[in-house]
């Protein structure tokens, strides 16, 4: 049926194709081939996707299309025809449960693990025994490719086999309702038909093949021809399509290759298939490139040929190997017949092994060659098997090129020979593999064919063989041929060595080198570097190798020093006179600092016969600067005042500077030599002996005070330093000793005892002179101030207002003295070095006890006092409770016209209790703050009562628990006392990281 098939514009969007600029050629008569009916009604693009599908399935070799998941879409009809499957066996299932499903185990993963990285935009080429059938095994040479959509997603696989396999159309890609693929213009729609959407698949197939394919008309017209073909040449179909296919550009080459194939399109039009190799043009710069070219008539149902496909394959990558030998086999032609008694030339790399009469040559294994023989003739294959076998070659035989590949790779032979005929239609495709192969490539292949003449040897040497040999040949020319190649292979495998050899030793020496290595050739570019001398070159962009050597060095150093580099680089390579700098020294104004390089600069004979210059480089300046420390510290040693000596761990002394020489008496030759002993006085023999355990177990002895002797015998007080000598390895060899006199230190130290003794008896004797005088003076100042009451009481009438008011002085003043001296005796009290309390006190505790001894106060001037909880604190009870009254009663004393608003408060800050008493009080002028703590110190003597020893007693309290006490204050602002309590461990659970001010 030619009728339009439902559902064709029932898409959502058309169906898009490549547009073509000239009419697309049109069928004279409806055609079906292969079940794809041709209708004179169709539209050009479902004509061109309707041919598409015919050259699909016409072609020579296997194309399937994939799903990413490996689900057979579309096949060629090859497939189906070699196989003999039906496509319902085939599509829709995974292909590797297809014609695959007899492969081994291995090759069904393989297969799987390919599908995998070409799913994730890798190409993949691989071979497989795929099918064992009623016509043998079925060997397959296939390919899997990524196919992406407009938006660069891969959407399919193909996949390209060399020979055939079974073939079907019954899936479809899984579709959603909005799903739209496109691949390069063609657009799958949800709305296509089983036969558009085979015919789109098609399409997409052949445009994405490897392969250069093409469908003409009988007599040889461009129908279509596939990306790949138009991609190489640069063309569009526009270009060719509707032309003669020997008038396009790819046959333009000569007139030899048209007519050739003017004759196949002849041929294949009658009904035969033609293959041939020949050259094509593939872009418009005339490249030329060697294709296996097949041309294979497309019948329609009646048997009559209606389209040629045309195929083509670049194989130029194996015409370009290198083929055939030196002509070595001339030298044996001269040589006496093989059964005779000549002789081979001696060869560094085979060695011949006499066996009766016979010779052969032994490979790189030491063993016997091997041979590896295709032929299926078993009768030609039994007789070149003996000749060689009687010869001592190890001979295996297969009978095709695929067998032969395989053999080949699983134990490598050492020569090829491969019959013509039995590599059948595979044109020499295991010789392609073989030389693509770098484990195989060089071993050399002999063909053996019954056509001679030069046409045939030509053929064969271009097919990727490395000789040719025409039956029917004698004996000694099969062997001569077989010892010329395999000598020649040996030689080039031993030469392959060598160079091997040499670029691995070279490469070494020059990438390890201890130094830097630069190269430059006769045109003044840098050549070469290594790694060490890479970073001099590190800042020129896009790297420096290549590049003209005096721009560079311009680039990175300054004028003046690059042209001095470039002059010595120039002189060498012109007289060969080698530059050399031992300590070659140069400022870097990036560091500030002088570097020093040792340089080395070389002429050196280049591979073009010119010269060219290598320069080595080393940095010094390490060494130099290590060197220059080491002037510098014998510099420092000699001029030190110290003595500083060295000695070995038997204390020897190795080493003696001017510092010693004027410390002890000795000059250096008089003690170098000698064991350190004699520096020391007989009492303090055994110090030595301790020391050096010391040393020995890696310590080092930090101000050592001792006594030593000097040459006078006079003693003198030293303060050593002394410090383990490690040689290269780490291990300890002796110590270096720094010894500085400290005789005045000492003298001083011992003034400064007698001086502090006396200074504690003077203090101990004021304090008892303080406590006798406080405790003494209590009681007559106690009976002036009762006398005086009770005259004031009895007498008071008597004697007038003066005289009571000298009463009344009287009394204050005696009253203020005993207060005076309490305070005195408390001051002494708190400064006497005792005890120290062991225990933690409750700080809100005695603050209450405080609150209570204070009430009258706190009652008559209407003092509101509030606090936060208080910590434990480390310090005896009547101390923290002298602080709190103390402070709080001078918040009552000094206060404004307002009443009085006193806060306590203690926070935790790092190992300290922070307590803070603050009142809205009169506050202190700034330069007064230090001075309220001294003793006897009042800044208000008429307006407020006190005797100046509060604030004293409250530092001398706080000094002996190791705190500190100051004020924070501003006139008619209030103040703030502070004061420490360094916090216990017991106290520490109680800590507040609350922020305080310092």
């Not at 299926?376 to 001592?392: K, P």
């Not at 940095?619 to 002037?631: C, F, G, H, M």
């Not at 202190?924 to 309220?932: L, V, Y």
Request: aromatic share 6%; hydrophobic share 40%.
């Amino acid at each position: 049926m030619c009728s339009q098939a439902p559902g064709y514009l029932e898409g959502q969007v058309a169906l898009q194709t490549r547009k073509m600029s000239t009419p697309s050629p049109r069928i004279a008569q409806p055609l079906t081939i292969h079940g794809t009916q041709v209708c004179l009604d169709d539209t050009p693009q479902e004509l061109r996707q309707k041919l598409a599908q015919i050259a699909l399935d016409e072609i020579f070799e296997l194309v399937c299309v994939l799903s990413t998941e490996g689900i057979v879409l579309e096949c060629s009809g090859a497939l189906a025809s070699a196989a003999r499957f039906s496509q319902e066996r085939v599509v829709g299932k995974p292909v590797w449960e297809s014609f695959w499903r007899t492969a081994s185990a291995k090759a069904k993963k393989q297969l799987q693990d390919a599908i995998g990285r070409a799913a994730g935009g890798i190409r993949v080429h691989c071979n497989a025994d795929v099918e064992e059938g009623k016509n043998g095994g079925l060997r397959l040479d296939y390919s899997l490719r990524p196919v992406r959509d407009e938006r660069d997603r891969i959407v399919f696989l193909i996949l390209e086999g060399r020979q055939a396999a079974t073939g079907d159309r019954a899936l479809r890609l899984p579709r959603k309702s909005t799903v739209l693929v496109d691949v390069r213009g063609t657009l799958l729609l949800p709305t296509d038909t089983q036969e558009q959407y085979r015919q789109k698949l098609a399409r997409i197939a052949l445009d994405s093949m490897v392969h250069f394919v093409a469908l003409l008309d009988a007599s040889g017209t461009v129908l279509e021809i596939n990306h790949r073909a138009l991609d190489a040449a640069g063309l569009k179909l526009s270009q060719v399509e509707g032309t003669p296919f020997w008038t396009t550009f790819w046959w333009q080459v000569s007139d030899e290759v048209n007519a050739e194939l003017r004759d196949a399109i002849r041929r294949a039009a009658q009904g035969e298939s033609v293959r041939w190799n020949t050259e094509t043009h593939t872009r418009a710069s005339g490249e030329t490139i060697v294709i296996d070219a097949s041309l294979t008539p497309v019948r329609d149902e009646n048997g009559k040929v209606v389209f040629i496909t045309a195929e083509g394959r670049d194989i130029s990558d194996r015409k370009a190997h290198k083929r055939g030998i030196a002509p070595a086999a001339e030298i044996f032609h001269s040589q006496p017949n093989a059964s005779g008694n000549g002789h081979l030339p001696e060869s560094p790399v085979a060695t011949h092994v006499g066996t009766g009469a016979k010779r052969v040559l032994r490979g790189e294994n030491g063993q016997p060659c091997r041979i590896l023989l295709v032929d299926d003739d078993a009768e030609m294959c039994n007789y070149v098997r003996g000749l060689l076998s009687q010869n001592g070659y190890e001979v295996q035989a297969v009978a095709d090129g695929a067998a032969a590949l395989n053999t080949a790779r699983a134990s490598a032979a050492d020569a090829i020979l491969a019959d013509v005929v039995s590599l059948h239609a595979e044109d020499f495709g295991f010789l392609r593999e073989l030389r693509a192969d770098p484990s195989l490539g060089h071993i050399p292949v002999i063909l053996l064919s019954e056509q001679a003449g030069e046409a045939a040897r030509v053929e064969g040497i271009r097919s990727g063989a490395d000789d040719y040999l025409t039956k029917p040949f004698s004996e000694r020319e099969l062997l001569t041929r077989v010892e010329s190649h395999l000598m020649v292979a040996g030689m080039k495998r031993e030469a392959a060595q060598a160079v091997q050899l040499r670029t691995a030793q070279y490469e070494t020496l020059l990438n390890h080198a201890p130094v830097g290595v630069y190269l430059v050739d006769a045109d003044f570019r840098i050549q070469e570097m290594n790694p060490l001398a890479a970073p001099l070159f590190e800042a020129i962009p896009g790297g420096a190798v290549g590049r003209d050597f005096s721009e560079v060095i311009h680039l990175i150093r300054d004028s003046d020093y690059a042209s001095r580099v470039v002059n010595i680089f120039r002189n060498t390579i012109q007289t060969g006179n080698t530059f050399l700098a031992p300590e070659w020294a140069r400022y870097n104004p990036e560091t500030g600092k002088t570097e020093y390089h040792e340089i080395r600069v070389d002429r050196i004979l280049l591979p073009d016969g010119r010269f060219g210059a290598v320069c080595y480089f080393r940095d010094i300046t390490p060494r130099k600067l290590a060197e220059q420390n080491a002037n510098l510290l014998a510099s420092i040693v000699e001029s030190s005042d110290d003595a500083i000596v060295s000695k070995n761990l038997d204390t020897i002394i190795m080493s003696w500077n001017a510092g010693a020489e004027r410390l002890f008496g000795y000059k250096a030759a008089e003690v170098i030599g000698k064991s350190v002993a004699i520096l020391i006085p007989p009492d303090r023999q055994q110090e030595e002996p301790d020391i050096l355990d010391r040393l020995k177990r890696g310590e080092r002895v930090e101000h050592f005070e001792t006594i030593r002797v000097r040459k006078d015998g006079s003693l003198v007080n030293v303060s050593l330093t002394i410090s383990p000598v490690r040689d290269s390895s780490g291990k300890i060899v002796g110590a270096s000793k720094v010894a500085r006199d400290i005789t005045d230190k000492v003298r001083q130290e011992r003034a400064l005892q007698e001086l502090n003794a006396a200074l504690q008896r003077a203090n101990s004797d004021l304090q008892q002179f303080a406590w006798s005088a406080s405790h003494d003076l209590q009681e007559p100042l106690r009976m002036v101030a009762i006398y005086s009451q009770l005259l004031q009481r009895n007498f008071g009438d008597k004697l007038g207002d003066t005289g009571n008011e000298y009463l009344n002085y009287t009394i204050r003043g005696a009253r203020r003295m005993e207060t005076l001296l309490a305070d005195l005796r408390t001051y002494t009290h708190v400064s006497t070095v005792g005890e120290e309390p062991q225990v933690d006190i409750d700080a809100g505790a005695v603050l209450k006890k405080t609150l209570l001894n204070l009430e009258v106060a706190i009652r008559d001037s209407g003092a509101s006092i509030t606090s936060t909880a208080l910590p434990p604190v480390r310090m005896f009870e009547y101390q923290l409770e002298q602080l709190f009254q103390n402070l709080i009663g001078n918040a009552i004393r000094y206060r404004s016209e307002p009443a009085p608003r006193i806060h306590i408060s203690a926070v935790r800050r790092g190992a300290d209790w922070l307590f803070s008493v603050q009142d809205n009080g009169i506050g202190i002028e700034p330069q007064f703050r230090e001075k309220i703590f001294g003793i006897f110190q009042r800044l208000h003597t008429s307006e407020y009562s006190g005797t100046g020893m509060g604030l004293a007693i409250c530092q001398r309290v706080i000094e002996r628990i190791k705190g500190r006490i100051w004020v924070e204050s501003e006139p008619d602002k209030g103040s703030t006392f502070y004061f420490t309590i360094p916090c216990t461990q017991e106290s520490a659970a109680a800590a507040n990281d609350t922020a305080a001010p310092n």
